[in-house]
C-alpha cells in the first residue's frame, strides 16, 4: 500500500470505539499475522471521524453504547502495545473510562447530510491524527 499519494493524507474514518481504533491501527502499523512483513504493507494512515471533542459536542447521550466486555479486550491489548501513539490512547482510555463508544452514524442524530459536512469541515481543517 502507498505511504504517500503525491503528498495527499491518507484518511481512515472509524468509530469512536477500541475495535474502530484497531482496524486503524492494522492499516497504520500492519497486522500480528503478517509478521516481518507487516511493515512493508503498513501506511501513514490519519484518523479521520469521531473522537473525544466531537463526542463531548455532537454525540447524544442516548447515542453513546456501553462497552462490551470485547471492547475491553481489544483496548487492553492496544494500550499494551508499545508503538500506539499517545493521542490515540488518550482517546482509547477515555473510551474504557466512561465505559462508552459511539458509532459515526450518531451524527445523524443533526440530519442525514451533517455527517458529509463533518467529515469534509475535518479535512479541509486538517483535523485528523
Given at each position: 500500500?502507498?505511504?504517500?499519494?503525491?503528498?495527499?493524507?491518507?484518511?481512515?474514518?472509524?468509530?469512536w470505539?477500541?475495535?474502530?481504533?484497531?482496524?486503524?491501527?492494522?492499516?497504520?502499523?500492519?497486522s500480528?499475522?503478517?509478521?516481518l512483513?507487516?511493515?512493508?504493507?503498513?501506511?501513514?494512515?490519519?484518523?479521520?471521524?469521531?473522537?473525544?471533542?466531537?463526542?463531548e459536542?455532537?454525540?447524544?447521550e442516548e447515542?453513546?453504547?456501553?462497552?462490551?466486555q470485547?471492547d475491553?479486550?481489544?483496548?487492553k491489548?492496544?494500550?499494551s502495545?508499545?508503538?500506539?501513539?499517545d493521542?490515540?490512547?488518550?482517546?482509547?482510555?477515555?473510551?474504557?473510562?466512561?465505559?462508552?463508544?459511539?458509532?459515526?452514524?450518531?451524527l445523524?442524530?443533526?440530519?442525514?447530510?451533517?455527517?458529509?459536512?463533518?467529515?469534509?469541515?475535518?479535512?479541509?481543517?486538517?483535523?485528523?491524527i
Amino acid at each position: 500500500m502507498s505511504r504517500e499519494l503525491f503528498g495527499i493524507p491518507i484518511l481512515g474514518l472509524v468509530d469512536w470505539n477500541p475495535a474502530g481504533l484497531a482496524i486503524l491501527c492494522t492499516f497504520k502499523y500492519g497486522s500480528i499475522g503478517m509478521g516481518l512483513e507487516a511493515f512493508r504493507y503498513a501506511c501513514n494512515v490519519k484518523w479521520l471521524g469521531l473522537r473525544k471533542d466531537d463526542i463531548e459536542k455532537l454525540v447524544p447521550e442516548e447515542s453513546l453504547v456501553p462497552l462490551k466486555q470485547r471492547d475491553h479486550q481489544i483496548a487492553k491489548s492496544l494500550l499494551s502495545s508499545e508503538v500506539l501513539q499517545d493521542n490515540y490512547k488518550e482517546e482509547l482510555a477515555l473510551m474504557v473510562e466512561n465505559e462508552r463508544r459511539a458509532e459515526i452514524e450518531a451524527l445523524y442524530f443533526h440530519g442525514y447530510d451533517f455527517l458529509g459536512k463533518f467529515l469534509a469541515r475535518k479535512i479541509v481543517q486538517m483535523d485528523y491524527i
